[in-house]
């Protein structure tokens, strides 16, 4: 592997994460036991169910209910403390329209014509009156309080308990599509491994027969039957191959070996590789490539998987007659790699959307099942690149994706002049000194 160091695809392309607090139960273990070995038949024993890697799909899940569980709370304190201002503000509305009344009837019988004899125990018996008032309803305050304090606990222990319940069916269904998904991957690996080795039988098989019932000299129609035939499990390999890459992506097992090469060879393997599939279609594939290597370290074979994905899906949707343009550049030092075609375009509402899983243009469209470009999406951002699309419908597309540079220079022989292109440019004079010197 050239001492290549491995990585793997970046969180971004994982979905799936086995929660730490919950344990499967016994009819789940016992259909971990037996899936596989169902699956496998007597050839394969029982293996241990693999842990599966954190997922950001559900720490987003989880952030979000966090957010959403912080909102309510808020939202029902506000809604609790607004009732109770306006039943405080109706409560005192009506003890100051008490007050007023009581005030105005003891301002008419304070009249002189009305007046007590026994003025003194009038303003006495007034005092007791007001102060038993004033005890009643801070009582009642108070009664209100506690009252409401009672409610309030008791809302926040239903939700806690609510919510507590919630966690645990999460937690528990969590577990069980783990277990699933396990299973299916392990199925599916199996299942792939078995149906490659019979399609190799069936090429080695069909070129053991080819040379006994005619060739590309001989009977043109075997002959034509012979290349569909190779050409059909060329494509179900392919397939295989992006079934098993899906379900490594969504383990966290994708490995990168990333190793230093030339980007413009790459380009110029890639572009000659699909140079017959585009004459087929009456389509003209054209590489642009600057002059000299571009030094850059990435997976060959996985960046090759990169631009089949890009390039298929660029014949497959522009018409006879169009054009393929494959390309690479080097803005603020990196290397940026485009396909550009004459086809179809992809409207702006799409141009995220193409790079999900199993996208299709419409729900009849059975031209591929639409994991090429979520897998090259995942291939490049495990190489720390990105991926984007940029077009317009009717007027074709451009489909860019970019890599670091790690060398020390870009396009040229690698190892000389390393000091130029990590220099500053304030330090343009020194470096003009220093390559005086060298000459």
């Known amino acids: 592997m050239s001492g290549g160091r491995v990585r793997s695809c970046p969180r971004a392309c994982r979905s799936a994460e086995a929660p730490a607090a919950e344990k499967p139960s016994r ?53 609790i403390a607004s009732t109770e201002r306006d039943a405080d503000g ?9 007050d007023a009344v009581l005030n105005d009837a003891r301002a008419k019988a304070d009249h002189p014509s009305l007046r007590p004899a026994d003025g003194g125990t009038v303003v006495g018996e007034r005092s007791e009156a007001d102060r038993a008032v004033r005890v009643e309803r801070a009582a009642a305050d108070g009664s209100l309080g506690s009252h409401r304090k009672e409610q309030a606990d008791r809302l ?11 966690d645990a069916y999460l937690l528990t269904e969590r577990a069980r599509s783990d277990d699933a998904v396990t299973n299916r991957d392990d199925f599916l690996g199996i299942v ?36 569909r035939i190779r ?24 490995a990168m070996t990333p190793v230093e090469g030339d980007a413009a060879a790459l380009v110029a393997e890639a572009t000659e590789a699909f140079q017959p599939a585009a004459a087929e279609q009456g389509i003209s594939l054209t590489a642009e490539i600057p002059a000299g290597p571009l030094r850059a370290k990435f997976d060959h074979d996985r960046m090759l998987q990169v631009f089949a994905n890009v390039i298929s899906n660029s014949i497959k949707f522009t018409r006879r007659g169009g054009a393929i343009r494959v390309g690479v550049d080097t803005p603020r030092g990196m290397l940026r790699f485009r396909v550009s075609d004459t086809g179809v375009g992809i409207p702006a509402a799409m141009h995220e959307t193409i790079f999900e899983r ?59 002049a390393a000091a130029r292109d990590t220099a500053r440019p304030a330090r343009r004079r020194g470096r003009q000194r220093d390559r005086r010197r060298r000459g």
């Open 156 to 166: 926040a222990a239903l939700l806690a308990h609510e919510r507590a319940t919630t």
């Open 358 to 416: 199993f996208w299709q243009v419409g729900k009849d469209d059975r031209r591929g099942m639409g994991l090429g470009l979520y897998i090259s999406k995942c291939i490049v951002e495990a190489h720390r690149g990105r991926i984007w699309a940029e077009s317009e419908p009717g007027k074709g597309s451009r489909l860019y994706f970019t890599l670091p540079v790690h060398s020390s220079r870009r396009r040229g022989a690698p190892g000389k």
């Open 27 to 79: 009819s789940t273990k016992q259909s971990n036991a037996e899936v596989p070995a169902a699956a496998a038949g007597s050839r394969v024993g029982v293996m241990p169910p693999k842990r599966r890697g954190p997922s950001v799909e559900r720490a987003k899940t989880d952030g979000s209910l966090r957010t959403e569980r912080l909102n309510t709370d808020q939202a029902l304190k506000d809604d």
């Open 231 to 254: 050409r059909y499990v060329a494509r179900m390999n392919r397939l295989i191959g992006d079934l098993v890459d899906v379900t490594s992506i969504d383990a966290g097992r994708l």
């Open 90 to 98: 109706v409560v005192h509305h009506a003890r100051e329209v008490a």
């Open 192 to 227: 792939a491994h078995d149906v490659r080795n019979l399609l190799n039988l069936v090429v080695l098989s069909l070129e053991l027969l080819t040379p006994a019932f005619g060739d590309d000299e001989g009977d043109p129609q075997v002959s034509g039957a012979a290349n």
